[in-house]
């Protein structure tokens, strides 16, 4: 439970990973995510934001906004929104994130595995 070096750490691999992928790659946008979590909770609440925000554009531009992976990018703003006093934009992005986990998450998932029930439920 130590959110500033935590905060600090991330911060080291945002810049690793800003150097390996460059600035549009969905994994730099799980760091910035990540990071801005951790700044938030180490107590730079707007910076926290400002970094998760940077994130969910990242995964908005590159998987898409209909995607799983962006929800639950969503879903982590959405409660750093709601630690921060913002209930109610905070349950809008809640609400849209799970309408997309729940409606799209098994069709627009990268990587995804296949599960028994749709082997024998084609």
């Avoid at 180490?42 to 908005?60: D, P």
Wanted: proline share 2%.
């Amino acid at each position: 439970h130590d959110y500033v070096k935590a905060a600090a750490a991330y911060e080291l691999a945002l810049d690793d990973c800003l150097t390996s992928y460059g600035d549009q790659h969905p994994l730099t946008a799980w760091i910035y995510i990540l990071a801005g979590r951790s700044a938030f909770d180490a107590g730079s609440a707007q910076a926290g934001l400002v970094q998760m925000r940077t994130g969910l554009r990242i995964l908005r531009d590159t998987v898409g906004s209909e995607n799983a992976e962006y929800a639950s990018g969503e879903l982590a703003y959405s409660v750093a929104l709601q630690k921060n006093g913002r209930q109610a934009e905070a349950g809008e992005i809640r609400a849209d994130a799970m309408r997309v986990l729940t409606t799209r998450s098994h069709s627009s998932c990268a990587n995804c595995t296949v599960s028994v029930w749709s082997l024998r439920n084609p």
